[in-house]
């Protein structure tokens, strides 16, 4: 039991460290027709240190209809187009295994009717010790289709910052998540070995009172 507390207060110490390898970044809005665009959605776990898996599905409501249609759904690896207006127009471009915090599409050839509202959905089941929880997270884009792209230099920045940061934090958190855990394994270490020095300290003291015994 006390070495299960052990275990727990080390790990507290370094959760804060582990926090924040992923920023939520909205995605842009206006998308040029005839062009690419990429639909961005993250959803970061509030504690990165637990084992978690999620799915991703991608909604959309065209312009003055009231119904989102699916189109899109993510169950790592398998990525599968479910509507016609979109097929071999979606690209997956979010997190490449099961514990999804990237839930990004690349739309193709992107058309005037692509304008409308955009809705993603995590269904995200975290691992816990105990019961696992479910949690389901849901963002929405409103995209807008030009003819011609009118993006300011802030835009533009904006989008290669949010690139690079994606990119950036990922590494930065394996490294900090490699860090945290190696801190860990090698307190669980030394405990261990002082668990066997002490118990060899007992088994060398029960011996000498055994000789002692025998002497006399």
Known sequence: MISCLTCLVVFSLFVSQ???GCAEVDSLTEAVAGEGFLLGC???KKREELSA????????KPLEEEEFRHIFHYD???AVVLHE?????LQWKGTLNDDVQIGAVYIQNVTFND??????TFHRTLFLPLQNEKVVVEKEVELTVVAVANRELTAVI????MYVLIVVLQLWLVVVMVYCYKK???DHEAREARKALKAEGSLLGSKDNCDGVQAE
Do not use: L, N
Not at 85 to 89: G, M, N
Not at 115 to 120: A, E, F, L, N, V
Not at 158 to 161: D, P, R, W
């Open 18 to 20: 582990c926090h924040g």
């Open 42 to 44: 993250i959803s970061c």
């Open 53 to 60: 898996r999620a799915t991703v599905d991608w909604y959309f």
């Open 76 to 78: 790592h690896p398998t």
């Open 85 to 89: 207006d979109f097929s071999e127009r």
């Open 115 to 120: 304008s409308g509202t955009y809705r993603c």
């Open 158 to 161: 904006a989008e290669i910052v």
């Open 184 to 186: 860990i394994w090698d």
